[in-house]
């Protein structure tokens, strides 16, 4: 690989999943109520703390987004990143498994549904994405 | 070496959850303390033009209030048989199906001015908004969304009715 290439393919991994993080929290710090419904129609969470989720959790994806867009503290942020996708496949499966007709709620609060299963798909390449990106952060930083 | 840096790492973690976990909860502190309390949702004083379009949301807390005193009318937005099923104590039954048909969904005996209450399988569920939006189109007055529902009523101990099967 030319060295353009061996730099520009991590920063547009980190920058795209950065960016992906920031465009997931913006609808859901605009709209915390519709997100709590979102949260509570998993039916994991009791009543309150559906609400605190909505109120922090938005929070967290965007700070981890940034960082990542910013390239600072690059490795703590991908792996908060990598633990939040691990946590939403979980509670997609379990979704899937109780056979909950809901909508993921990971994206924009209204609109038509999106299937958990696309979901899950689509947190499993971003998750293989933030590995790529701690990868490449390891070699950079070695 | 590797040790150290895994450790600086964890810090980091630790700080960036700490600072946007605390940032979030001071951002959306009116609407935990609601919550807290279990009074969902905001609009805590909508406009008459809000009023018109949207129903009010209202707290189990106050739901209850009103429906011992009798001075509101239930509405349960589920399918009929989930209403056969159980329902909140003297609720009427509307599915939003039928609702949906009708257009301008009418409840009989029901005063146009008279308080009513929609609710269906708590936050799960958004049919009781959308009962309640139709119910206000069809020119009842004053309109609320339960959004804790069934489930919330039923687990704060008040009283359901039907074959519970």
């Known amino acids: ?10 920063l547009a991994l980190r920058v795209a999943l950065g960016a992906v993080f920031i465009y997931a929290a913006i609808p859901k710090i605009v709209d915390p109520v519709a997100f709590a419904g979102s949260v509570a ?11 605190l989720t909505a109120a922090v959790l938005p929070f967290v994806e965007l700070a981890c987004g940034v960082l990542l ?23 997609l499966t379990s979704a899937i498994i109780r056979g909950l007709d809901i909508d993921c709620g990971c994206f924009r609060q209204d609109g038509p549904k999106t299937s958990p299963w696309l979901a899950l798909v689509r947190d499993a390449f971003f998750l293989a994405m933030t590995a790529a990106v701690l990868r490449y952060e390891g070699l950079r930083t070695r | 070496m590797a040790e150290k840096s895994w450790r600086k790492t964890l810090w980091e973690i630790a700080v960036i959850v700490f600072a946007s976990a605390l940032f979030g909860i001071l951002w959306n502190r009116p609407l935990l303390s609601d919550a807290w309390r279990s009074a969902p949702a905001v609009q805590a004083a909508p406009t008459a033009q809000q009023a018109e379009a949207v129903p009010m949301p209202i707290g189990v807390a106050q739901v209850k209030e009103l429906h011992d005193s009798g001075q509101a009318v239930l509405v349960d937005a589920r ?11 003297g609720a009427l039954s509307l599915p939003l199906e039928e609702a949906t048909r009708q257009q301008a969904p009418q409840l009989k005996g029901v005063a146009k001015d008279a308080v009513i209450i929609a609710y269906c399988n708590g936050f799960s569920c958004h049919d009781s908004m959308q009962l309640g939006k139709l119910l206000i189109k069809a020119g009842y007055g004053s309109v609320y969304v339960f959004e804790g529902g ?9 009283p359901t009715s039907g074959g519970k099967q």
């Open chain 1, 1 to 10: 690989m030319t060295p353009l290439r061996a730099t520009m393919i991590p």
């Open chain 1, 41 to 51: 129609a998993y039916q994991i969470l009791p009543y309150f703390w559906s609400y």
């Open chain 1, 69 to 91: 867009v910013c390239g600072v503290r690059v490795r703590s942020g991908a792996l908060i990143i990598g633990a939040l996708n691990l946590v939403f496949m979980a509670a």
């Open chain 2, 79 to 89: 399918s009929a048989a989930s209403y056969i099923k159980e329902h909140i104590a």
């Open chain 2, 150 to 158: 069934l489930p919330e009523w039923r687990d704060a101990g008040y």
